[in-house]
């Protein structure tokens, strides 16, 4: 129900202002679109770009930091635009769709490779000796390891920092942007993304590797990947100022979550 009318500094018009148990039981017309860029950017960055070190600038980083920030950016457009219970609806959505990635590699990666299964590896000169000793299944089988194998500590670390880090994200704009009026866009992207960062890496990193690698080395990693992934957001500001001002255009309302239940469990607000 529409109960005031807002202005929306960001590109002078003005939108209905709902409540967030009314935004979440309304039907919008580019969530769905966002839900999936979500969803594909999150799998993607943890399957493709989490298997590989890059050395860019004498900086050695996990390649999909470059890519997994966006999850945050359009978590961030979803919970300003759409509203707490939508973003909320978006991280279980992601979060069992790592899980279900997560259970698909284990199988995959444990079923017996074909003898006679080829792969850039099993063709490449270097590897015709190791080939000639064993198989071309057993050559592919191990690079196919290494991109999608996974220990159990780093899949638990991935799950439980997005579902963490995600849902912080998610509170910490909604609650700002009430305590702003809607006001100052940007502080409300910047601030939730260092603290759901923030939440992130405290938990990826030292459940994944805390004990494997040196406790310096942990600490070291989580914070620079966090002030990275900071930079990111807010390299990105002018990017998130323009898909949030196109998409309240369209969708004619702004959601402030003021009767709302933030816990991560809560349903009645979409019924």
């Not at 939508?86 to 899980?99: D, K, M, Q, S």
Request: contains cysteine; proline residues 3%.
């Amino acid at each position: 129900m529409q109960i005031a009318l807002a202005t929306n500094p960001m590109n002078q018009i003005r939108l209905a202002r709902i409540e967030g148990s009314a935004g979440a039981r309304r039907h919008f017309r580019y969530f769905d679109y966002l839900m999936a860029a979500f969803v594909a950017i999150l799998l993607l960055s943890n399957l493709i770009g989490a298997a590989k070190l890059a050395t860019m600038w004498g900086y050695t980083f996990g390649a999909g930091i470059l890519f997994f920030p966006v999850s945050y950016v359009l978590g961030d457009v979803l919970t300003e635009v759409y509203g707490y219970a939508h973003a909320r609806r978006c991280v279980w959505v992601g979060f069992f769709a790592l899980l279900f990635m997560a259970f698909m590699s284990f199988v995959v990666v444990a079923m017996p490779p074909a003898a006679g299964w080829g792969c850039a590896s099993s063709g490449d000169p270097r590897f015709a000796e190791i080939v000639a000793k064993t198989s071309a299944g057993a050559v592919c089988q191990t690079t196919y390891d290494s991109v999608f194998g996974s220990t159990w500590r780093i899949v638990l670390a991935s799950v439980a920092a997005f579902w963490a880090g995600e849902f912080v994200n998610s509170f910490v704009l909604a609650r700002m942007k009430v305590w702003t009026g809607g006001k100052y866009l940007f502080t409300r992207t910047w601030g939730s993304t260092i603290f759901g960062q923030a939440v992130d890496s405290a938990l990826f990193y030292p459940i994944a590797f805390l004990g494997t690698w040196e406790t310096a080395d942990v600490i070291y990693v989580m914070i620079t990947n966090w002030a990275l992934k900071v930079i990111w957001e807010i390299l990105l500001t002018p990017v998130t100022y323009a898909v949030v001002g196109f998409l309240k255009r369209q969708e004619g309302v702004d959601v402030f979550d003021t009767d709302i239940s933030f816990s991560p469990f809560a349903v009645s607000e979409e019924n």
